[in-house]
C-alpha cells in the first residue's frame, strides 16, 4: 500500500483513476445490459410481429433507397434495376446477404463481396422476419440439415459426388472459388457458416444458380457442406507455402526457388579472399 | 567510302600487324588465406568436414523419421513426416554439395592454367581411311550396280510402315458413334448423383439441375441400373446434360423449337463443342455457360449460340417433355451431334438430319 499511496501525487495519478472508474463503470453497464436485456434472445426462434415492425423500420433506413419503400425493386430508364424486388426471396436471402456482409453493399459493381455485416444478428433476424412477411420464399434452414459434425464418413462421400458435379465448375474442387467473366467471380468457401452455404445453394446469391431443396433434399446440402468441411480441415500435405493456387505457388518457385539457386551460382563463381603474402 | 574499303581491303594496306598488342599473359597468381595460413587451412578443413558429417547424421536422421514418425501426424497443420523426411533429405544433399563447393573454393589447388582448343573434327587420315572403307563396302555389296535389289528393298521397307498404322490404330478407339447417344423418346431426365427424377415444379427460376438419363440409374424395382459400372463411362461422358430454368420470355426458341421446353425449362448437352470439357458454370442473371477449360461461353437464352471463345458450334439441346406422370423426359435424342468437334463432323451432321 505504501507503493500506492507514495504515488497519489502522481501527476499520472487523475487520469489513471478516471480510466479506471470509467472502466468499471462499462463492465457496469455491459452486465447489466446482459442480465437485463438478455431475455429478448430467448425469443430469437420464434418470428413476432414486433420482429416484423423493428425489421420494416431497418429496411426503411438502410435497404428502401435501392429495394424500394414497399421493397418492390427500383427499375432503372434502361430496363435494369437499381435493386432487384424483394418480394417472396424469403428470410433465407436476407440472412445470407445481410449475414455475409454482401449486403448492403458499399458501392455499385460488378458483384457485391463479403465483408464483415453491418447488422447485428438480432438486427439481421429482424429484417430477415420482415421481408419473409412480404411474400412465401425459402425459410432458413433447419439447425439439423447444419449439423455437418453428424455427417458419417459415406455422408461426406456422397456430399463430395454431389459437389464435384454441381459446385466445382465455379467453386473449384475443394471450393477455393474461380473467375468469372467481367470481373465476377465464384467466392472461395473457406470461412463461410454452414447456414450461409446451405442458404446460399437454396437461395442462388447474384449469378449462382439455385439447388431447390425437392432437387437436391436438405440432407445432400448437410453432405456438401459437411465434405466442404472436411476438405478444409484437411492438413497442408504440399508444405509450407501451398494450397494458395498454382499462381502463389508459381511466384513462390520463381522468386524463392530460381532466386536461391542464383544466390548459389553467385557463390560458386565469386572471386573469394586473396591475401598478397606468399606461401 | 566503299572504294576505300575495297582498295584497302586489296592491297591489304590497312590490315593490322601480327600482333598489335603484346600477350599480356595471365596475371600473377595470388593466393588465398588458407594457402598462407595454416591455421585458416585448419578451419576450412573443419567447416567441410562438419557437412559431410552433417548430412551423414541427416541421412541416419531420415531413416529414423522414416520409422518414428505416422504418416498422418501434423505439426501446424502441415504432414510432419513430409516435413522430417523433406528436411533431412533435402538438408543432407544440400549440405554435400555446400562441403564439396567450400572444399573446391578454400582447399583445392586454384592456380589458373591454360590448355589451348583443338578443332573438332578427326585427323584427315582417319577421315579418309574411313570413306575409304566405306567405298570398298559399297562396291563389295555391288548396290551401286544393282539397282533393282536396291529399289525392291527401299520399297519393302516403306511398306512396312503399312503394319505399324493398323497396329497403332489399336492403341484405342477411334472417336466413333458420336451421333447418337443413349437418350431415347420418353427416357426421364434425372437429377446426376442421386438418379431421382425431376418434376417441372422441382424447379425455381435461375435454377441448374446436371442430370443425366434415367438408364444409368437403377429404376423402381431394379437391382441394377441397365448400363452400369464400367459400361456406363463411355456413354455417361456423351449423354451428360444439364438442365435450366429461365424466365420464358427471356428464351428466344429457333424455329421448331420452340416446343422443347417447359415453362422456361430448357435441357442442353453438358459436353462442349469446342474439346468435349464438361459445363456447367451458369450465370443465371446474364444466361451465360461458360465452358472452364478454354472460356467458350454460350447463350442458353439463345439455342445455345456461341457468343465468345473457340468454340464453333452451338451446344446441342435435348428437347423435353413430360410423360404421364408429370417426370421430365426426353423426346429424342440430341439431333444435333454433341461432343467435341471433329474433322467428319458436317458429313455425320448430314447423313443424321437425312435419317431423322
Known sequence: ?279 | MSDDLDKSGRDGENLPAADPIADPGLPEHQWRPTDVDPAQERRAERQVTGMFLTAALLFVLFVVAYFAVEVDAIIFDYSASNIALGVTLGGGLLLIGMGIIQWAKKLMADHEMVEMRHPAASSKEDREAVMKDINAGIEESTLGRRPMIRNSLLLSLGALAAPSVVLLRDLGPLPYDQESTVWEPGMRVVNDVSGLPIRPSEIEVGQLVNAQPAIFFPQDGEEEAEISGHSQLAPKAKAAVIVVRMRPEDITPEAGKENWGIDGILCFSKICTHVGCPISLWERQTHHLLCPCHQSTYDLADNGKVIFGPAHRPLPQLPLMLDSEGYLVAQSDFLDIQGPSYPEIARHQEKLDSES
Open chain 1, 1 to 279: 500500500m505504501r507503493t500506492l499511496s507514495t504515488r497519489r501525487r502522481h501527476r499520472l495519478a487523475g487520469p489513471a483513476v478516471l480510466l479506471l472508474g470509467l472502466l468499471a463503470a462499462a463492465a457496469v453497464y455491459a452486465v447489466v445490459q446482459y442480465a437485463v436485456l438478455s431475455p429478448a434472445t430467448a425469443e430469437t426462434d420464434t418470428v413476432s410481429a414486433r420482429d416484423v415492425e423493428a425489421g420494416q423500420e431497418l429496411f426503411l433506413v438502410g435497404c428502401a433507397s435501392c429495394h424500394g419503400v414497399n421493397a418492390q425493386g427500383i427499375d432503372t430508364r434502361q430496363g435494369g434495376n437499381y435493386g432487384p424486388p424483394l418480394i417472396g426471396v424469403g428470410a433465407a436471402s436476407v440472412d445470407f446477404q445481410v449475414g455475409t456482409g454482401r449486403m448492403p453493399m458499399a458501392q455499385s459493381s460488378q458483384q457485391a463481396p463479403r465483408k464483415a455485416p453491418d447488422y447485428t444478428e438480432e438486427e439481421t433476424r429482424q429484417l430477415a422476419a420482415y421481408v419473409a412477411s412480404l411474400g412465401p420464399g425459402p425459410a432458413i434452414p433447419e439447425e439439423r440439415w447444419l449439423d455437418y459434425a453428424a455427417a458419417t464418413e459415406e455422408d461426406v462421400t456422397r456430399g463430395g459426388e454431389f459437389f464435384r458435379t454441381n459446385c466445382t465448375a465455379c467453386h473449384n474442387s475443394v471450393g477455393a472459388g474461380g473467375a468469372l467473366p467481367s470481373g465476377r467471380y465464384a467466392p472461395q468457401l473457406d470461412g463461410v457458416s454452414a447456414r450461409h452455404i446451405y442458404q446460399a445453394m437454396l437461395t442462388g446469391p447474384q449469378q449462382m444458380p439455385s439447388f431447390s431443396d425437392e432437387v437436391i433434399s436438405p440432407e445432400d446440402k448437410r453432405n456438401v457442406i459437411a465434405y466442404i468441411k472436411a476438405v478444409q480441415d484437411e492438413p497442408s500435405y504440399g508444405g509450407v507455402g501451398g494450397r494458395l493456387g498454382p499462381v502463389v505457388d508459381g511466384i513462390y518457385v520463381w522468386i524463392v526457388g530460381i532466386g536461391g539457386l542464383v544466390l548459389f551460382a553467385i557463390w560458386i563463381g565469386a572471386h573469394g579472399a586473396r591475401v598478397k603474402k606468399k606461401s
